[in-house]
């Protein structure tokens, strides 16, 4: 299987406590990662000179290919840990926008910007051709430097995609998108159970628990896995698995998870219909 992750491509700057580190981030990472485990991956990205060369060698070095479009700068993010699952977001800076795709030839097509890089009307164009899984948050995201701020937006432009995940909280600001206007509808709420909808009728997920320091790329993961999964296994399969596999990659912080051990560990997810189909 061939697929396409298009975003950004950031450079993070974590903080905890007292410690500071720079390290590569942005869903397409966690996303393009996620998906090598399985496929032949290309990402599509925008970056600066200021971005180190080894972490691009860091994901051909894995078989990723990268087409990079210039940009005079990265997009960084500050990101300031308050417990494992709790941060507070700064925009640093921000690259150029991703325009214009070539996804010929690709079976999936992973959108996942972080700072309101991919224009809607690219969502739709890619929607009416390829199988398109996408994300909310970085269409949510105002893309000017600062701490994070999140704008209402318009969600018809989604209605065309395969697979669309959220943050529960993060939906509020999605306005004229209903879950059964998208083949399927992921709805996390971090450690908590989640809601998903497959054409309009909703399931409950448990996410295993895992206590582990941080959650950064869990969204990312969680969704680019279940695309995978869902592209070769029935929905509730496919939902079990992505929620395995996204467990013991925070776990593990590591993506060579053998299939067998994806497949047992996602014996232990509940999932169940619901009477109630409303959001």
């Known amino acids: 299987m061939k697929c396409l992750v298009v975003g950004h491509l950031v450079i993070d700057r974590i903080v905890r406590k007292d410690k500071e580190e720079l390290r590569i981030g942005g869903g397409a990472y966690y996303s393009a990662l996620a998906l090598s485990s399985f496929c032949d991956v290309k990402v599509i990205t925008s970056v600066g000179k200021d971005f180190p060369r080894e972490w691009i060698e860091e994901l051909t070095e894995r078989g990723i290919a990268v087409e990079v479009l210039p940009s005079a700068e990265s997009t960084s993010y500050e990101l300031r840990y308050l417990d494992g699952n709790r941060r507070k977001l700064r925009l640093l800076s921000r690259a150029k926008p991703i325009a214009s795709v070539n996804a010929e030839g690709f079976d999936l097509v992973v959108l996942n910007p972080v700072a309101d890089e991919i224009p809607p009307a690219l969502v739709s164009r890619l929607a009416e051709k390829h199988f398109v899984a996408t994300d909310v948050q970085g269409f949510i995201r105002e893309p000017i430097p600062g701490p994070l701020r999140l704008k209402p937006i318009d969600g018809s432009f989604l209605r065309g995609v395969r697979v669309l995940h959220s943050d529960i909280n993060e939906f509020e600001y999605v306005k004229g998108l209903n879950p059964s206007e998208v083949e399927v509808f992921l709805l996390s709420d971090g450690p908590n159970p989640g809601t998903a909808y497959l054409r309009g009728k909703a399931y409950s997920f448990e996410p295993l628990r895992v206590d582990v320091p941080e959650s950064t790329g869990a969204g990312d993961v969680f969704l680019a896995s279940f695309a995978y999964f869902y592209r ?48």
């Open 232 to 279: 070769r296994c029935p929905f509730v399969q496919a939902l079990k698995r992505a929620a395995a596999f996204t467990a013991l990659f925070l776990e593990r912080r590591d993506f060579d998870i053998p299939d067998e051990e994806v497949g047992k560990t996602a014996m232990r997810v509940r999932v169940s219909k619901l009477i109630s189909q409303r959001l």
